[in-house]
């Protein structure tokens, strides 16, 4: 009954490989995010979607893609993996597109090699 | 070039005794101010949150000032309880289309029996 979730928590892979991130959430929200966790703990929005339409897209390499087949879902999809990308990756959601409070997954740990 | 900064990377208090967090933000635009809880290992959690009209918000145990002037907002716990160890990440939100939190890079407070 977790309300929101991801998979995989952990994730080793080599550079150059292509990998996905997905997000559920069960709590009926319109908006979803991805922040990423930086290696000095910043988190910083990448992406954000409002009923499957594409709201923030901050400066972010293209090789990340995000899709959202449904409002209930947010994959993050990533192309050509660099060392650059090891983070923390967190899905968010949230009631609508101005709703204050956020609803965290547990995070990704992506570790590239 | 971070618009919301914490600059105590962690913190010490002994249980029962008031914990006192403290974020500094230069953007004064920002619409709210929230505090997030993270435990290892899971994504942070909401726990308080104020409009930028207004300059102290309290729920229970926790309190937030906000002070414009200074563009400073500080956390208050008391009693500070072990369940309460934790990283705490203070946010800021502008809510202008679409909602985009804007995070420190969170203090880890220990609290000490």
């Known amino acids: 009954d977790t309300a929101v979730s991801q998979t995989p928590k952990y994730l080793v892979t080599q550079m150059g490989n292509d990998k996905s991130i997905k997000c559920e959430q069960n709590l009926g929200h319109d908006t979803m995010y991805w922040y990423k966790q930086d290696s000095k703990k910043f988190l910083k929005i990448m992406f954000s979607y409002n009923n499957k339409e594409l709201i923030i897209n901050e400066t972010v390499p293209n090789r990340f893609s995000p899709k959202s087949p449904d409002k209930a879902h947010l994959n993050l999809h990533i192309n050509s993996l660099e060392l650059g990308d090891s983070a923390v990756y967190f899905c968010?959601?949230?009631?609508?597109?101005?709703?204050?409070?956020?609803?965290f997954g547990q995070g990704t740990r992506l570790t590239v090699v | 070039d971070q618009q919301v900064k914490q600059n105590s990377p962690s913190l010490s208090v002994q249980e029962g005794r008031i914990s006192i967090l403290n974020c500094d933000y230069t953007?004064?635009?920002?619409?709210?101010f929230l505090w997030y809880k993270k435990y290892p290992a899971e994504g942070p959690t909401f726990l308080i949150s104020i409009s930028s009209i207004k300059d102290k918000n309290e729920d229970g145990r926790f309190t937030v000032f906000l002070n414009k002037s200074a563009k400073h907002l500080s956390l208050h716990i008391v009693p500070s309880q072990p369940g309460d160890s934790a990283v705490y990440f203070c946010a800021a939100l502008r809510i202008q289309g679409a909602q985009k939190l804007v995070f420190g890079q969170g203090t880890r407070l220990t609290i000490n029996p």
């Open positions: 968010a959601s949230t009631a609508d597109r101005t709703n204050t409070e956020a609803f």
């Open positions: 953007n004064s635009m920002f619409d709210y």
